[in-house]
């Protein structure tokens, strides 16, 4: 057993040292005082070892903290009229069993289970339980610290606190034990990567019964919720027992696994084939302009289902969630009042869903797979001038495609803010509408600036770049803190128009000096 979990744990470890080194090795200035032969370098590997046992313990705490911080917490800050305690348990009831079938890991089809069970020809058994264990230990870790500091702050009690971990690794055992006798009984094999339509069904139903009865008062009773949380600890013991008596680990592995072979064998051609499924094929397609404006209005126009389909079905979702906002306030006019404090002072956490609903990865990555992978190739491309246009060309585009939900959401706040109450003064509404589309802006040319500074994509699409993860991070992080920022509508909407203005123009200028030497393309 502690040679599986030893020689597990060096698999992992030597595939993300090696990616560490790479990362840093595009990283600019430093990439160029770093030898070519860096992965034969004793003391770099030390320290990329360093760093990813580092990245080991941070992840364990940091992704649940922000978990419960923003999901959990803070969703729970918009409910005035409901228990703090009693919101807590509801709320993270009902996202504990959206996350027992969408984040298993046994049905998680990875590179490192690839190397130790099909290179490796290791005991699949057994290295799926050892690793399986570990995962339910750091489920427990994660939750407990998380538990205690948010749980506690609540007035959750402290018995219930500590059970909580052990409830959560228990319905990830309790679902993991049905899906194995599923497969048992009728050869289907689960891939947490390739949900079904009636998993997605299943999550929509449950985020909307977490969500959606606290906004009219409802919330389980606490003896509700602690059974039905401690209920899953007897039965995840239970389950247990299917789990480890499993004798078809060999073969549910290889099922799942042979994608990960076809995926590393042909990932350039399975990239491309999956882009061309969405260009249109239609000839009739063509453009009358001249120039990059021709070059661009032929792509727009063959990947409108990549580009806009997403698009409209965020702003259709928008308008939904509006009007169910607007006919809310029309059943409980007593909740006016806090929805009107809400829209004037909470508009930074809408940085944060902006963020989320973006384009800008998909559009980009549409760029590169189905344009600039061979354009790039070309020296008159890359030439200061014309990236400069077809970089303004593109920012145009994107965010025109941007700015449909955008336009939704601030139309649909303005909407909100005037039948909760309004507000003294009028340039709020015009602010409030100005203000989300700059953020929409300002993702627009974040994503595209980054694309043009960095091109992060190898041939198959995958991200390389150790900067613009670094980045990306970054720009996630900020996002987040910026919902716990509590400011006035002209306060924050006039800085988020200035900071974008100034933005638009060092990025053009930054793309304009350094992108004919970034711009290129990834081996």
């Known amino acids: 057993m502690l040679k599986t979990l030893r020689i597990s744990f060096s698999l992992k470890n030597t595939y993300r040292v090696n990616s560490i080194l790479y990362s840093l090795k595009q990283i600019p200035l430093l990439g160029r ?14 320290f990329a070892n360093v760093l990813s046992v580092l990245w080991e313990l941070v992840s364990i705490f940091l992704f649940k903290f922000i978990y419960f911080l923003t999901m959990v917490c803070g969703v729970g800050l918009l409910y005035k009229s409901t228990s703090a305690p009693l919101t807590f348990l509801h709320i993270l009831l009902f996202l504990t069993l959206v996350g027992s079938y969408l984040n298993t890991s046994l049905f998680d089809p990875t590179r490192d289970k690839y190397y130790a069970m099909i290179l490796l020809r290791m005991n699949a058994r057994s290295y799926t339980l050892i690793n399986y264990g570990y995962i339910l230990l750091k489920t427990v870790v994660w939750f407990l610290p998380c538990t205690l500091f948010f749980g506690l702050t609540r007035g959750i009690p402290l018995w219930l606190c500590l059970l909580i971990p052990f409830c959560v690794a228990g319905v990830k055992v309790s679902v993991a034990a049905y899906s194995l006798r599923d497969y048992e009984k009728n050869g289907n094999v689960r891939n947490e990567n390739k949900l079904q339509k009636f998993a997605w069904l299943l999550t929509g ?64 051609q399975a990239a491309k084939t999956a882009s061309e499924k969405n260009i249109s094929a239609d000839t009739s397609i063509t453009s009358r302009k001249k120039g990059f404006e021709y070059l661009n209005e032929l792509f727009i126009k063959r990947h409108r289902k990549i ?47 902006l963020y989320l609903i973006n384009r800008g990865t998909g559009f980009t990555k549409a760029l590169f797979m189905n344009c600039d992978h061979s354009l790039l190739t070309y020296s008159f491309y890359k030439q200061p001038g014309f990236i400069l246009k077809l970089f303004q060309i593109r920012l145009r585009e994107i965010i025109k495609i941007n700015a449909v939900p955008a336009l939704v959401i601030g139309a649909g706040l303005g909407l909100i803010l005037y039948v909760s ?16 589309l700059s953020m929409s802006v300002f993702f627009s040319i974040h994503y595209l600036t980054l694309y043009y500074l960095l091109q992060p994509y190898t041939a198959g699409t995958e991200i390389k770049s150790g900067t613009y993860r ?13 919902m716990n920022l509590r400011l006035p509508i002209l306060v924050f909407g006039l800085a988020c128009i200035v900071f974008c203005v100034l933005y638009s123009i060092v990025a053009c200028i930054l793309v304009y000096r350094y992108a004919p030497r970034t711009f290129r393309l990834r081996t």
Do not use: H
């Open 33 to 46: 005082l770093l030898p070519a032969s860096l992965y034969q370098v004793r003391e770099l590997k030390i």
């Open 205 to 268: 139903l449950l985020l909307a019964l977490a969500y959606l009865p606290p906004v009219v008062g409802f919330v389980l009773p606490f003896e509700a919720s602690a059974v039905l949380f401690l209920i899953w600890i007897p039965v995840g013991l239970v389950s247990l027992r299917r789990v480890v008596t499993f004798r078809y680990y060999r073969e549910i592995n290889q099922e799942l696994l042979s994608q990960v072979v076809n995926q590393m064998d042909t990932m350039k």
């Open 307 to 353: 580009l806009w389909r997403s698009t409209i079905r965020i702003a259709n979702v928008c308008v939904f969630l509006c009007a169910g906002s607007l006919l809310l306030m029309t059943l409980l006019p007593g909740i006016k009042p806090d929805i009107n404090q809400m829209v004037m002072t909470w508009l930074p956490y809408f940085s944060f869903i």
């Open 421 to 436: 109450g309004g507000t003294d003064n009028v340039l709020d509404y015009v602010v409030l509408l100005v203000t989300i």
């Open 470 to 482: 670094i980045v990306m991070f970054l720009t996630y992080a900020v996002c987040c803190a910026m």
